[in-house]
């Protein structure tokens, strides 16, 4: 046991480093790591330096064999098993992760990064730009899933690990799980891409052209620039975040929940004040989202996500992105969700299947829509437990220690 | 919380089971088509530390079979074989389903084109009380081996062992062993003629290799 090396706390060194330049390091109440090295981006331009924010949960051990990378989704963030430092929320992810949970942070390490682009400590468009003293704003690089996971590469380098025991996340979380097997393929043991697909369909880049349109149209975006005139574009972004909820749940899910019953009133107003409730927690979800979360840093992870496109980057064969892969997959759809409907989680396992890999498919049923692999879902964390208990057996990661 | 099949998995394993482990090199590739449960893939696991794989229809036991640390996915023998590249495993294991399938011919031309040996087990329709049934009664066979109604099977493509035998010459396949179960379990012996393992048989595995030019 005394061979077991503390990462948090080689973390927190390189923390030191950094964090004097760092002013947002309170802010995001994380670890953050600066890399000076140009990131080469698909764009063909590249950045220097970088921040990567992190969190990391449970304990490296000394063969650096135990270590997940939890990978988030479109609006969430590096907080994924502690309580959030902006919103005092769990983590968004504690169903999963935790001492004792289907990925239990008493076996094995877990770091979750923020995303290149993203706006909780990692550099993106609301970073300042070195060259100018002022916001990047819209002078940021568009940036692509795959340059999410270069940049994640970076930091697993720092911390040291030659190859991850898994790398896990749902939704854009699960394009940047398929995006670091197909270009850093024998660093992943184990990969576990869920409710995600392969590439963008017509109508995801459709609702987030809605979403962007939406910020670009409030007055206060001001071109990109509202960080320097003291605004935001709280409307447009609430607006965004109204539309695209709306695709995270299910037409049952919505109807379960809200049907048409109304919010806080006895009758219709003649008014167009949310009289329903499905209005009322719409527009809850919009405001409380621009509380945390940055306009521009919200245009440039969707362009992210409807430029991924994992089949034509491979000639057109999907397959081709797999050739060869040692990894163990695990990927699991929803029953109810449409917006990465199962239909794409089989196109993968197809392709994961015509180079023979070694992968398990499961769909669950569920009523929930999209956002159901975020909540309580005892199918989902039998499948996870069953996939990477089976998995750790393998890669001979020991059992916790017994507690008493 | 789901059960783990590895704690489901009998302690009696199933004799066509047992048999198909001793047929299987240990340390193979090894895919299941029709695994339900994964019982044929635990027991090979364990007794042959096979690396195997499953596919299985019903998502109820695909989620089982993940959940007890099996690499199955959710899926068709008739549609989804054709995915797989050619000689991707040493043995395509099709256990009691064949007669289950839509089109029987086609999915054992897969198994063939996908793993070097085929083992493909299936209920006997040429067993005598299959006969005696269809004979005296006049009406579809209900057995054990078959229990269900004719308008509750599953089994749409039945067959007997010499039916069998014949759609392996269709397909040039060679059959390296073939052993009946009468219905007792036990092994009919190998110096029967095929007409008495299809009298006396209740159950057939077969196990095959491609002739490949």
Known sequence: M?????????ARKVQDATSSDHASCDRVGSLVARFDSPLELDCGKSLAPFDIAYQT???LNAAKSNAI???HALTADQHVANDHPITGKPGWWTTLVGPGRPIDTNRFFVICSNVL??????TGPASIDAATGQPFGLNFPVITIGDMVDAQTRLIDRLGIDQLFSVIGGSMGGMQVLEWVARHGNRVFSAVPIATAAWHSAQNIAFHELGRQ??????NWRGGRYLEAGTSPRNGLAVARMAAHITYLSEDALQDKFGRSLQARTAKTFSFDADFQVESYLRHQGSTFVDRFDANSYLYITRALDYFDLKSEHGGILANAFKGTKTRFCVVSFTSDWLYPTRESRAIVQALNAVAANVSFVEIESSKGHDAFLLEEPELFATISGFINSAAERRGIALPAERH | MLQNPRQIVAETPRVDHL???EMVRAGSRVLDVGCGDGALLHLLAERRQVDGRGIEVARDRVNACVAGGLSVIQGDADRDLSEYPDA????????LTIQATRQPKAVLENLLRIARHAIVSFPNFGHWKVRQQLLLRGRMPVTPNLPDAWYESPNGHLCTIKDFVALCEVLDARIERKVAFNASGQQLGTWLPMTAHNF????????LSPRRR
């Open chain 2, 19 to 21: 048999l198909i482990a």
């Open chain 1, 214 to 219: 939406a910020v670009m149209a409030d007055p």
């Open chain 2, 200 to 207: 006396l048989g209740e159950r057939a595995v077969f196990l």
């Open chain 1, 57 to 59: 949960y449970g304990t």
């Open chain 1, 2 to 10: 005394s061979k077991i090396v503390k990462v948090d706390e080689a």
């Open chain 2, 88 to 95: 991707a495993f040493d043995y395509a294991i099709l256990s």
């Open chain 1, 117 to 122: 682009g993203g706006c909780l400590g990692s």
């Open chain 1, 69 to 71: 990378l939890v990978c």
